[in-house]
């Protein structure tokens, strides 16, 4: 069988250079001269038939053999010449067509054909700018042809032409007759749209692909994404359970479902994000822990506590080590105040914890005294309160929390000595300022109580200086101002403050008061708004009466 085929191989090899000669032999009679002084030539018909037959015939070697020797004798002969060109570009012999198409188009600058020949070589060499330039000249003289406009439409979006490319697109979407040509097209331009911004008409070619293919699962996906993008929810959820409606492989409906939980969750709506959560059980390939984990958190959302911390146990239960969602549990707990609870399962974690994870489980134990001091402290219970915050120094003893809410009991026992002792270390412990805006609002206070009026002072600057838009600050400084008599200052600390929270009413009392005595239907308006705000607010009350009776006499 190997002899049969290196015969065969070596007859073609004989016969290529046989046609080869057979040419060449022709080229030469073309100027040659016979014996009796006659010319004998190949006419340019032949010449054009050759060339055109070995082209066809993809036979690309000989139409460059032949049409170079003929045009080194006939060099003018600019349909041959189209020919090499075109033989070399198939044969990615891309610098002889380019310099070909050169000589052709010195002497001849509409060829239109020669264009776009070399357009094609400057896209081969990876040259779109020069493409371009070749194939828009190709389009003002062939905008019907639909291989011209998209190439154009392709090399303006490879050149990040986007805008151009689109309009390319557009036109090549009206050239086209078959719908599925059609859909093809509107999916390129909805991305392109996309992409600069132009949501509307990225949205219309999205619909007109589906006007075609109603139940196309990736333009129904992209057209969603979209939506979500742009932040219309309720549209997304709308063409996500139209999709529910003929989507049946899994991974899609896998998709969908997930998609729709973590809509419904933006939207707030828990109860649906439960819903389709325990649909999404059902799907193959979802999450079951996880999946029962979200719907835990969403109970938990919706203040059913018991059902959420009912699943939570049974994962814990369920999980080999479980330190998320025993974590999940522990913050459950501690919404439920059930304090004792959160600390024994913080206790577990800690046995088999690794170092990472009882660097976390220590923070969240600081955390857990410290909420539950809080609550100890709204209680009256001050001496439990200081017994769990001294608890929470064992897991992390600079945490600026713990002195503030030492000094907040302090200050509710009218120890302001030690409330100043107090904040002043959860000033230094609070690094990154996190909290210094509320320390400081309490400082002023508790050295307000002690007379400390310079120190009160300092106080609220270096607040102002680090919030100056903070309400109470401000309505503290206008206090200050007050107590001074300096009435403009505090009507400024005051009018800022409103400005800053209008819901703020102690500012909006005592600005009234100052009106008392310059403004009294600005006085009226303000306790008025007050009683709006809260009806129950006698201060208010009693001023609007007396400055109405006085109004009376």
Known sequence: MSDTNFIIIIVAFVVAIAAIYILYSIILYQGGSS????????????????????????????????????????????????????????????????????????????????????????????????????????????????????????LYKEADQLFSSISAYEILSDLMDLDEDVADIQSILAELNEEVHDYPAAFEAYKTRLGIYPNDIVTNRKLTELYIKIKNYPVAIETLLYMLTFVTDAKTLLWIYETLVALYVESEDYEKAIEYSEKLL??????????????????????????????????????QNGFDVTLELADAYIQTKEYQKALERYNILMDKATPREAKTVNLLLCELYIKWAVDMAGQQKFDESFELLKNATQYNAINSEIYYNAANNYYKLKNYTSTVESLNKALEYDKQNEYKAKYLLLLSEAHHQL???????????????????????????????????????????????????????????????????????KAKELYMEILEQDPAYEEAKNALADLSTSDFY
Not at 480 to 486: K, P
């Open 35 to 154: 014996k009796n002084g006659e010319e004998l030539q190949l006419s340019t018909k032949n010449i054009l038939e050759q060339v055109e037959v070995l082209f066809d015939k993809k036979e690309y070697g000989l139409v460059q053999l032949l049409a170079s020797k003929y045009l080194d004798r006939v060099p003018g002969h600019i349909e041959v010449r189209i020919y090499l060109a075109r033989a070399y570009y198939e044969d990615r012999k891309y610098n002889q067509a380019i310099k070909q198409c050169s000589i052709i188009l010195k002497k001849k600058p509409s060829s239109v054909e020669t264009r776009q020949i070399l357009g094609d070589c400057y896209i081969k060499k990876q040259m779109p700018s020069k493409a371009i330039k070749e194939y828009e000249y190709v389009f003002d003289h062939k905008k019907t042809d639909k291989h011209v406009v998209r190439t154009l439409a392709e």
């Open 282 to 319: 059902d799907i193959q390939g979802s999450d079951k822990f996880k999946v029962r984990n979200d719907i835990a958190n969403f109970n938990i959302k919706l203040n059913r506590m018991g059902e959420g911390v009912a699943i939570l146990e049974d994962l814990a239960m369920m999980s």
């Open 451 to 521: 007379g400390n009026f310079f120190e009160e002072k300092k106080a609220l600057t270096d607040l102002l200086k680090f919030d100056e838009k903070n309400p109470n600050g401000l309505y503290r400084v206008g206090l200050m101002y007050a107590a001074q008599h300096d009435i403009k200052n505090a009507e400024e600390a005051f009018k800022k403050a409103i400005m800053y929270d209008p819901e703020l009413i102690p500012a909006k009392y005592n600005l009234a008061l100052l009106y008392e005595n310059n403004n009294r239907d």
